[in-house]
């Protein structure tokens, strides 16, 4: 009996014993889970340096001057003395056109203008005779105006012809093309015995294109949203695709007024504006259509404060974190709430314009982080100018993209992570 009982006293203390212990971790399980998480980062100190703000674009090359040569009159090619690649001088004959419909159009504009001549010439005899007879009262008035009748149609009639053979004359000599200007055939699309057809009733065929290529340009496509930090006389760089041990220099002298929409009404509708960048390198392995990017250098600023690009993010005001308030819960989008106050939808335009979200930057002061609205400048492809809101040398958060985008808020405890820290010299 005694023996039962000492157990069961010991029972109880083991029990009890293991009791507290469970209540002990449950409560540093609680307790633990209410410790702030430290968050690691990276930093890198406000310093100042050149920033250069650019655009990116890419295109084509072409020949600054270049001319599409199509013949005005449609025929089989009887001759053709140059190749694509050959230079040629203004004046040097490009192509002939097999002539003999032509010459034979002018003989007969020719026989027509005889004819014509030889009509008007008697209709003036017989109207200078018309005139003396009646000036003798020889023959009436109604007499003398049809003698002036005929004249004037013959006269009319001989200008017709004049213009035939003009006509004709233009024709055949249109057989013939010739260089309008000094430079290399870039372009020959036809060959010695095809028929082309003239610009005069047709679109035309496009034979040949002569374009000098001592004077070459970049054509690109710009986006609306960047076109208008683009001016005549930007700095370019120009990397083509061909050509990859040299740089090419580049400056912006057109900029196209007029927007160039593809994919209109679809998904894939874009907006862009022609941008021309005079080359101005001697480079004689550009050839027309190849293949380059540009990089044009729209503004720099000097000895300006920077933070790398993606230490500013944005955050909504304080206890605007969940969103925008946009109804009540029970189904009204706008007027008053439950509580009499005012939603979203009617709040003063001040209120609304302090509720939008802010650029901020994480600044490590201690072992926390403090919040600091910044205003931007320009940027270049590693930093961004900070025109209000920090000063020199203080360490901003530059990493992690988790932490500055998502973890990090007032207050933060963080621990700086040394093995990754940046502290980039500043640019001279």
């Known amino acids: 009996m005694a023996n039962s009982r000492k157990k069961s006293k010991k029972k109880v203390i083991i029990f009890s014993a293991l009791g507290a212990v469970l209540i002990v971790l449950a409560l540093l399980v609680i307790l633990g889970s209410k410790n702030e998480p430290i968050i690691p980062v990276q930093v890198e100190k406000v310093s100042s340096r050149t920033v250069t703000q650019t655009v990116l674009a890419t295109g084509k090359i072409y020949p600054e001057i270049q001319v599409l040569i199509s013949p005005e009159v449609s025929g089989e090619i009887i001759d053709l003395p140059v190749r694509e690649g050959m230079r040629v001088a203004k004046g040097d004959l490009l192509m002939r056109i097999k002539p003999d419909i032509y010459v034979a159009a002018k003989d007969r504009a020719d026989a027509g203008l005889n004819s014509a001549q030889a009509s008007l010439n008697q209709s003036n005899s017989e109207y200078n005779r018309a005139k003396e007879l009646y000036e003798k009262g020889l023959i009436s008035e109604s007499e003398l105006e049809q003698a002036k009748t005929t004249f004037q149609t013959r006269q009319a009639l001989y200008d017709q012809a004049r213009a035939s053979v003009d006509q004709a004359a233009e024709d055949l000599r249109k057989t013939t093309i010739y260089?309008?200007?000094?430079?290399?055939?870039?372009?020959?699309?036809?060959?010695?015995?095809?028929?082309?057809?003239?610009?005069?009733?047709?679109?035309?065929?496009?034979?040949?294109?002569?374009?000098?290529?001592?004077?070459?340009?970049?054509?690109?496509?710009?986006?609306?949203?960047?076109?208008?930090?683009?001016?005549?006389?930007?700095?370019?760089?120009?990397?083509?695709?061909?050509?990859?041990?040299?740089?090419?220099?580049?400056?912006?002298?057109?900029?196209?007024?007029?927007?160039?929409?593809?994919?209109?009404?679809?998904?894939?509708?874009?907006?862009?504006?022609?941008?021309?960048?005079?080359?101005?390198?001697?480079?004689?392995?550009?050839?027309?259509?190849?293949?380059?990017?540009a990089t044009i250098e729209t503004e720099t600023r000097d000895?300006?404060?920077?933070?790398?690009?993606?230490?500013?993010?944005?955050?909504?005001?304080?206890?605007?974190?969940?969103?925008?308030?946009?109804?009540?819960?029970?189904?009204?989008?706008?007027?008053?709430?439950?509580?009499?106050?005012?939603?979203?939808?009617?709040?003063?335009?001040?209120?609304?314009?302090?509720?939008?979200?802010?650029?901020v930057v994480f600044v490590v002061e201690g072992n926390a982080v403090k919040s600091y609205e910044v205003k931007r400048g320009i940027s270049d492809d590693n930093y961004t100018e900070i025109v209000s809101g920090l000063k020199k040398d203080q360490e901003v958060v530059s990493g992690s993209y988790k932490a500055i985008n998502r973890e990090l808020k007032e207050g933060s405890k963080v621990r700086i992570d040394e093995d990754k820290k940046k502290d980039r010299p500043a640019t001279p």
């Not at 969103?323 to 335009?349: F, I, R, W, Y």
Request: no cysteine; hydrophobic share 35%; aromatic share 2%.
């Open 303 to 359: 000895n300006v404060l920077t933070v790398p690009i993606q230490s500013v993010t944005v955050r909504m005001p304080e206890g605007m974190e969940g969103g925008m308030m946009g109804g009540n819960g029970n189904g009204n989008g706008g007027g008053e709430d439950e509580t009499g106050g005012l939603t979203a939808a009617n709040q003063p335009k001040a209120k609304k314009k302090a509720d939008k979200p802010k650029e």
């Open 179 to 293: 260089a309008p200007m000094a430079g290399t055939i870039s372009g020959l699309q036809v060959e010695a015995g095809e028929r082309v057809l003239g610009t005069a009733q047709f679109q035309g065929t496009q034979v040949m294109t002569v374009a000098d290529l001592s004077r070459m340009e970049a054509r690109v496509d710009v986006g609306e949203n960047d076109i208008v930090l683009i001016s005549i006389g930007d700095t370019t760089r120009i990397e083509v695709d061909a050509i990859t041990d040299k740089k090419l220099n580049g400056i912006v002298y057109e900029i196209g007024n007029s927007a160039v929409t593809r994919g209109q009404g679809t998904q894939e509708e874009v907006t862009n504006f022609q941008v021309k960048i005079r080359i101005v390198d001697d480079e004689p392995r550009l050839r027309p259509g190849m293949s380059m990017n």
